[in-house]
């Protein structure tokens, strides 16, 4: 078996934005976190080294965010590669779009590469991993060679058949858009997943989607994205780490994921429908970081930067004080607490939370397109054998464009069960046909005696 820890997209040093801009502190957390990751990943590559565990690490391009990165990052990469080197783990690194191999400024000037590097040119290239003096996996690889490149990747690796044919298990590393369409406006190496699956290596470890791949894009040969180790923005929210490929001759490749992000970005839901009151929806709010506090604590994290969304249909009282920046803004400083290890910050506080309803039954006797629809459903309801699920997928239809219906659930299929169908639709209906307006008069009409 041979074992290699893949890492790809480190952009390391990034300069963060905006949050960083109006916090120093934070700032120089975030700036340090890509620098982290790596750390992170060297420390556990010599663990799984030590414990015979691991043959080699990968790289999977953009190392750097820059053709110019700063001499801390270059140099943190350097002393990363010579403490790998220096126990006995070959390094294998291709250059990304960020950091293409052809520019005079970079690779070839200002980064210092230890005995037992592989670092691969813009054509394709081939080294070994050994195991008990044997060659035991050849790993292929190419760089990008410029900023923009859409010429199928693939290309020239032909003339590398017979090195690969040489050892039992073979291995690919490619920064490219895997599934992508060539186009001119494409310019990330796009290849189709099926050509990258007839080629004759046993693994693609790929590089350049920050996005984890769930679940390989193809299983044998294996092809798959590790995602970013560190995210740097609330669009690389969850777990960020590297991947621990386990490759054997005859047998389907098994990966492991392993989070070496230091600092955790998340999206985070909170129901406040059975909330009264701003202290209430504070304490929610708390309640549900902790349980994320919980989980980056357990994965060794330093901090966690929530985006939070507030959902449901608190009482009247509630609904009108969330639509107050102020009162929002309030909520979001008491939110986060005095949290320091792991550190919390609530980048942004949205809400989301839609007015009360009256009872069902008044909305159901309404003169106006709600009332008209919920005596739809429930005929429906009362007469399913009629062709009231065509009425139902008609009206439905007509909200099929809007933005909040796809958001709350999406408009449901032809496939749905009747009974799921309407409670679905009317879901969707008093999600878009209630409104601020409609509770505000609501609250101001007369009770009837």
């Not at 330093?302 to 107050?324: D, H, K, N």
Request: one cysteine or more; hydrophobic letters at 40%.
């Amino acid at each position: 078996m041979v074992t290699l820890l893949h890492l790809a997209d480190l952009h390391l040093d990034t300069p963060f934005k905006g949050l960083a801009e109006t916090d120093e502190a934070l700032a120089t957390r975030l700036r340090d976190a890509t620098l982290n990751a790596l750390d992170r990943a060297v420390a556990f590559a010599l663990e799984q080294k030590l414990s015979g565990r691991l043959d080699a690490v990968t790289f999977g391009g953009d190392i750097f965010d820059e053709t110019a990165p700063s001499l801390r990052a270059r140099m943190r990469f350097g002393e990363a590669l010579k403490t790998l080197c220096r126990e006995g783990i070959p390094c294998f690194i291709i250059a990304g779009n960020h950091d293409p191999i052809d520019d005079p400024s970079l690779w070839r000037r200002h980064v210092s590469l230890p005995e037992g590097c592989t670092l691969f040119d813009a054509e394709w290239g081939a080294g070994v991993i050994e195991k008990e003096g044997a060659p035991a996996c050849t790993v292929v690889g190419r760089s990008f060679s410029q900023a923009l490149n859409n010429a199928h990747p693939l290309l020239g690796l032909e003339a590398h058949a017979a090195v690969l044919e040489a050892t039992p298990l073979r291995v690919g590393l490619l920064h490219c858009d895997a599934g992508g369409t060539k186009s001119e406006e494409n310019g990330y190496a796009p290849v189709s997943v099926g050509d990258l699956a007839r080629a004759p290596v046993d693994a693609w470890l790929l590089g350049h989607i920050h996005k984890r791949s769930e679940k390989p894009l193809h299983d044998r040969p294996l092809v798959i994205y590790p995602g970013n180790p560190q995210g740097r923005d609330i669009n690389e929210a969850g777990p960020k780490g590297g991947l621990l490929v386990h490759l054997e001759p005859g047998r389907a490749p098994k990966t492991e994921f392993v989070p070496f992000g230091s600092i955790l970005w998340e999206r985070v839901e909170v129901a406040v429908s059975e909330c009264a009151g701003d202290t209430a929806v504070t304490e929610a709010i708390r309640d549900a970081l902790q349980t994320r506090l919980d989980e980056a604590s357990r994965t060794g994290a330093e901090g966690l930067i929530a985006r939070v969304t507030l959902a449901g249909r608190p009482e009247l009282s509630t609904w009108r004080l969330l639509q107050s920046p102020e009162t929002l803004d309030e909520i979001r400083k008491n939110a986060a607490g005095a949290t320091e290890t792991p550190f919390l910050v609530i980048e942004q506080l949205e809400s989301r939370a839609q007015a009360p309803l009256p009872p069902r039954e008044e909305l159901r006797e309404r003169e106006d397109l709600l009332g008209d629809f919920l005596r739809v459903l429930d005929q429906a309801r009362e007469a399913p054998e009629s062709g009231a699920r065509r009425a139902v997928e008609e009206a439905l239809s007509a909200f099929s464009k809007n933005a909040d219906a796809r958001e709350f659930g999406g408009i449901p299929g032809p496939e749905m069960p009747l009974e799921e169908l309407l409670d679905a639709a009317e879901k969707i209906a008093l999600t878009l046909l209630w409104d601020e307006e409609d509770a505000l008069a609501s609250e101001e009409e007369p009770v009837q005696s």
